[in-house]
């Protein structure tokens, strides 16, 4: 499964997971700016998997940025990444059962 978080329509960073568990969980970084965003996470399948709704691939969150944080030493603080982390969860959850609801119709191998 391939995850994209996008800012404000723009692609800023994506990683490719294997589901086999019940939860998987993806996180991002961006740096904060001062003022209003639009943050969107994307799912969609791989490996071969076809989806029987891609309607439920997206989550988009609308997010104000009073005062970017200043960094701390040695680390970057990024006060969205609750909301991203939360964000990412339902939408893997989304596809992880979309994917076992496929697997579970098209029934055993060799059929």
């Known amino acids: 499964m ?20 019940s939860t998987v969980t993806v996180r991002f970084c961006w740096t904060a700016v001062k003022g209003n965003h639009t943050i969107t996470i994307r799912v969609a399948a ?4 076809t989806e029987t709704d891609l309607d439920n691939n997206n989550a988009s969150r609308e997010i104000s940025v009073l005062k970017a944080p200043a960094p701390q030493s040695g680390q970057t603080y990024l006060p969205i990444m609750a909301v991203a982390a939360v964000i990412l969860i339902f939408a893997a959850m989304v596809v992880i059962l979309a994917l ?11 059929k």
């Open 46 to 49: 791989t490996g071969g998997v």
């Open 100 to 110: 076992r609801r496929a697997r579970r119709n098209r029934g055993p191998p060799g």
């Open 2 to 21: 391939t995850v994209e978080m996008q800012l404000d329509g723009v692609a800023v960073n994506e990683t490719t997971v294997a589901v086999n568990a």
